[in-house]
């Protein structure tokens, strides 16, 4: 019964290190989405992917990279991270469109000192 | 493009009072309406949504919305409120049509006392 599956759950970086942030779904689900969350703040889509190979941004995507060689696994990069890239992160993922509801994984916490 | 505003950013409230959470969009476009809680330290979970169809739907929770086109609006209601709904609220779009990316609002923060 495992849905979205976040990993680090907690990271500290340092300005300038770089880190991956992994994802993983286990509902076969095509669409794959990367979002932050700051504080007092709703979410705002970073990237998103509608299937393994096919990938497209967000509102927010400088500073990211994603890559989807499977329809399971989402990872998300960081490259150089500055402060501005201290948040929250959630991954989360939906069968298709047509309204269907899409899956949160537990969060990320990210803080870069 | 869509934009959703939750126009309570907190909402303090009795333990088995009624609650209402606002919440109004703007889109050119037909668009799905979602509700999102989060409890503390945790991710998102579905409260309910509106696809089409009847304009007053229930979710879990015991918690119902009522999508309003001619107001743009799709507030959130509970007639009873428990400690345990205390928690962060958040109301999403999505356009119809295209690939579903939900825009959020900024959310209301519930807060029940006993």
């Known amino acids: 019964n495992a849905g979205v599956t976040q990993t680090p759950k907690f990271r500290i970086l340092k300005i300038g290190q770089s880190m991956t942030l992994q994802c993983a779904q286990d509902?076969?689900?095509?669409?794959m989405y990367w979002y932050r969350q700051d504080p007092g703040m709703g979410l705002k889509l970073i990237y998103y992917s509608v299937g393994a190979g096919i990938t497209d941004k967000g509102e927010v995507p400088n500073g990211y990279n994603v890559s989807r060689s499977t329809t399971e696994d989402f990872p998300l990069r960081l490259e150089l991270a500055a402060p501005s890239q201290t948040s929250v992160y959630f991954c989360a993922s939906s069968l298709d469109t047509s309204g269907n509801t899409i899956y949160f994984g537990e969060g990320s916490w990210l803080t870069v000192v | 493009a869509q934009s959703v505003t939750q126009l309570d950013s907190q909402v303090p409230v009795f333990e088995e009072a009624p609650v209402e959470l606002r919440c109004n969009y703007s889109?050119?476009?037909?668009?799905?309406l979602f509700w999102y809680v989060q409890y503390p330290n945790q991710g998102l979970q579905l409260l309910l949504k509106y696809l089409s169809g009847s304009t007053l739907v229930k979710g879990i929770n015991g918690f119902e919305a009522e999508f309003n086109k001619s107001q743009t609006s799709f507030h959130l209601r509970k007639p009873s409120v428990h400690i345990s709904d205390t928690a962060e609220y958040f109301c999403a779009v999505t356009r119809v049509q295209g690939a579903q990316k939900l825009v959020f609002g900024q959310g209301t923060r519930l807060t029940i006392n006993p």
């Open positions: 509902m076969n689900h095509n669409y």
């Open positions: 889109s050119s476009v037909s668009v799905y």
